[in-house]
């Protein structure tokens, strides 16, 4: 866990606001427990996520944007 002093002295020293420090570092926690996961058999492979993503990005595309 990152300080809020922390956040906004690397947000300043980068030239990003805050939340996307935050962002960052929640999606490098995502990643993180994904590996984890990966590693240990819990989860499908890389290549099943992709797929996975793929299929919901289509079904997003088809039912969500299109309608509007």
Do not use: C
């Not at 990003?16 to 570092?25: A, D, F, P, Q």
């Not at 290549?47 to 509007?68: A, D, P, R, T």
Request: glycine content about 4%.
């Amino acid at each position: 866990i990152i300080k809020a002093s922390r956040k906004t002295r690397i947000a300043k020293g980068s030239g990003v606001s805050v939340s996307e420090v935050n962002r960052l570092l929640e999606q490098f926690e995502n990643y993180k427990k994904m590996v984890r996961n990966i590693m240990n058999g819990k989860q499908n492979t890389l290549k099943e996520l992709v797929l996975n993503q793929k299929e919901k990005m289509n079904y997003y595309l088809e039912n969500i944007i299109i309608k509007i």
